[in-house]
């Protein structure tokens, strides 16, 4: 079994900062892609960041230069440091993975569970 579980979230001010953890782990064989994604109340999940196991890193338009993605490879971990933030930040945000699992031969979508991210002054 295999399970992504985040850390960090809660409420911040106007122009604060947070950082998101989230580790996986069980029995993975290999990931390529991790990222995190937010949804707010009444809308569709979005994108918020992705990065490679290279480190290169994509970025949604209204978190460029706000926030910065990075993971540790050995700790099959990716991190959200979010700088600056806004009241429309206000958002569940959900890692995602996209992994193989030991006995498998194929990449899948993996979830966490969410963790809220309040921006409120």
């Known amino acids: 079994q295999v399970q992504l579980v985040e850390s960090g979230g809660g409420l911040a001010q106007p122009g604060g900062s947070l950082r998101l953890s989230c580790a996986a782990s069980?029995?993975?064989?290999?990931?390529?892609?991790m990222g995190w994604y937010r949804q707010a109340p009444d809308k569709g999940r979005e994108l918020v960041a992705t990065?490679?196991?290279?480190?290169?890193?994509k970025y949604e338009d209204s978190v460029k230069g706000r926030f910065t993605i990075s993971r540790d490879n050995a700790k099959n971990a990716v991190y959200l440091q979010m700088n600056s933030l806004k009241a429309e930040d206000t958002a569940v945000y959900y890692c995602?993975?996209?992994?193989?699992?030991?006995?498998?031969?194929?990449?899948?979508?993996?979830w966490g569970q969410g963790t809220q991210v309040t921006v409120s002054s």
């Open positions: 995602n993975a996209i992994m193989r699992v030991l006995g498998s031969q194929t990449y899948r979508n993996y």
């Open positions: 069980g029995s993975i064989f290999s990931i390529n892609v």
């Open positions: 990065i490679i196991t290279g480190g290169s890193a």
